[in-house]
């Protein structure tokens, strides 16, 4: 019995990340990002710090405010402008209500969904093998039900068990 409560704390009390690999039939899930956080995002979403740190380092932009972004490419956009990966990051670090088709990311996403991961529980969906790097982490397949501390064990389960097929 303490071997189910101690399972139990760890489950309640550790923050996650829990990707669902190829389809996702879930009410909740939303599979178009992109269009989804022009319609839903707030203003204070932007201009907090890890949003500011996610454009920067994802779409090389400044935020001049809640509703202006400095691009180097593009000059002053709108927020609805922003790349389908970082508007997917904020979803993900905002609502947590819903599971976010991650495969909007690139590999460049990687580390903040990580980031995000360690101080709140997310749930997405991929339909590609992202890298998540050489580092350890702690992500749990639920497809499978099983947890993966690196990228060979990530890569391992879900090759080895054809995950992405079909």
Known sequence: MLFFFTDYILLRWTKMLNIIYGECKAENYIFDPDTFFDHVYEDEWITD???????????????????SINSPFLGSIAVEKLS????????MSHDSEHIFNASACGDNCAK???????????TIRLGYLMDFGDGDFEIKIINTGKIVHNIDELDDEVIGKGLLKG
């Open 84 to 91: 389908g990966g970082v508007k997917t990051l904020i979803l």
């Open 112 to 122: 903040w969904i990580l980031h995000i991961a360690k101080d709140k529980d997310i």
């Open 49 to 67: 710090d890890l949003s500011v740190q996610m454009i920067k380092d994802i779409d090389r932009s400044e935020v001049i405010g809640p509703r």
